[in-house]
């Protein structure tokens, strides 16, 4: 959990100097944009008006109301979390492997979920209900299904062997 953290905190340090970079600040959009016109699709799958421009969703109802994905939303430090807690615990690398690509793709659909429900949210119900949701509720809930991903990679691939040797 120390080196867990300690990643987690080297992170928060890089971040604060990738921060003015016009690098960072594209990624961000690239990012952004992306989630946003997968968000937008699955919103007017379920029969939402809506479009992406950019990095947000606009309903199209009268209001014209607005959700920007912003970098906090992309689940970056949720995939580095989880990307360190796996190359630090043990196992073998080719498990390691697929493993890790598998897992940001989870992460990756865990998001895209959380930021359905978020414009779901934004729009259908109360601000209070807004903050609830986007600050706590999905946040609780992405973080607890990467810790799923974590223990369940413990359980099955971070075991060692032991052998034993019957009694002569």
């Given at each position: 959990?120390?080196?867990?953290l300690?990643?987690?905190?080297?992170?928060?340090?890089?971040?604060?100097?990738?921060?003015?970079?016009?690098?960072?600040?594209?990624?961000?959009?690239?990012?952004?944009?992306?989630?946003?016109?997968?968000?937008?699709?699955?919103?007017?799958?379920?029969?939402?008006?809506?479009?992406?421009?950019?990095?947000?969703?606009?309903?199209?109802?009268?209001?014209?109301?607005?959700?920007?994905?912003?970098?906090?939303?992309?689940?970056?430090?949720?995939?580095?979390?989880?990307?360190?807690?796996?190359?630090?615990?043990?196992?073998?690398?080719?498990?390691?492997?697929?493993?890790?690509?598998?897992?940001?793709?989870?992460?990756?659909?865990?998001?895209?979920?959380?930021?359905?429900?978020?414009?779901?949210?934004?729009?259908?119900?109360?601000?209070?209900?807004?903050?609830?949701?986007?600050?706590?509720?999905?946040?609780?809930?992405?973080?607890?299904?990467?810790?799923?991903?974590?223990?369940?990679?413990?359980?099955?691939?971070?075991?060692?062997k032991?052998?034993?040797?019957?009694?002569?």
């Amino acid at each position: 959990i120390i080196k867990i953290l300690s990643v987690y905190g080297i992170w928060k340090v890089l971040h604060h100097f990738l921060l003015p970079s016009s690098w960072w600040a594209r990624c961000v959009v690239f990012l952004g944009s992306f989630y946003a016109i997968i968000t937008n699709a699955i919103l007017n799958l379920f029969g939402e008006i809506t479009i992406s421009h950019g990095k947000s969703v606009t309903y199209l109802d009268g209001l014209q109301r607005t959700v920007r994905i912003e970098e906090h939303c992309l689940a970056i430090p949720a995939s580095i979390i989880f990307i360190s807690a796996i190359l630090f615990f043990s196992g073998k690398w080719k498990n390691k492997a697929w493993f890790i690509p598998l897992g940001i793709f989870f992460i990756f659909l865990i998001n895209l979920i959380r930021l359905v429900f978020v414009c779901f949210v934004f729009e259908h119900y109360s601000a209070f209900c807004y903050r609830i949701n986007h600050s706590l509720l999905y946040v609780i809930a992405t973080y607890t299904l990467i810790f799923l991903m974590i223990i369940w990679w413990m359980n099955n691939y971070s075991k060692s062997k032991t052998t034993t040797t019957p009694l002569t």
